[in-house]
């Protein structure tokens, strides 16, 4: 039997999301060494900062640094879930990326993301698009990161069948 995607769907279509809501992620983690070490490898980003005990020693915060582009896209990556899984056409770029606090191996990180603002598309009438501002925190509610992004959501009141 094939998969009924639309059945499926846990995000939130154009005219559901509201401008001023507040989404809270119900997602955590806390970060591991082996995150730390797997992503900034997978990604070659070998900066000391990251990976070198002794090195960190002699820095600003004494420790090692989780590699700021893993909580970017940890924090991206448990929205859809709640927001745009299955009801977004395409991410249409981030802009605004922040990290006021660094994140260190053992924090816990939670989330909450923001409906900016929304309009009808101009040239695609079966979508419109969405700003929203996502916002990560320590167990210390203590912002890690924030970032906004767009998306092109699509409408309800353009599904097929």
Request: hydrophobic share 35%.
């Amino acid at each position: 039997m094939p998969v009924n995607y639309q059945e499926l769907a846990t995000g939130k279509y154009y005219e559901e999301l509201e401008p001023g809501t507040v989404y809270r992620h119900a997602i955590t983690r806390t970060v591991t060494e082996a995150d730390n070490l797997l992503f900034s490898t997978l990604t070659y980003n070998m900066a000391w900062l990251h990976m070198d005990d002794e090195y960190c020693k002699t820095q600003m915060f004494g420790k090692r640094l989780v590699n700021s582009n893993f909580t970017l896209s940890f924090v991206a990556g448990i929205q859809p879930m709640d927001l745009t899984l299955g009801t977004t056409a395409g991410n249409l770029g981030y802009s605004e990326v922040k990290f006021p606090n660094p994140v260190f191996i053992g924090d816990t990180i939670h989330a909450e993301t923001e409906v900016l603002s929304k309009r009808e598309s101009k040239s695609k009438p079966d979508v419109g698009l969405v700003e929203f501002e996502s916002r990560g925190y320590n167990q210390r509610d203590e912002m890690v990161v924030m970032f906004r992004r767009v998306g092109m959501m699509l409408k309800k009141s353009a599904l097929k069948g």
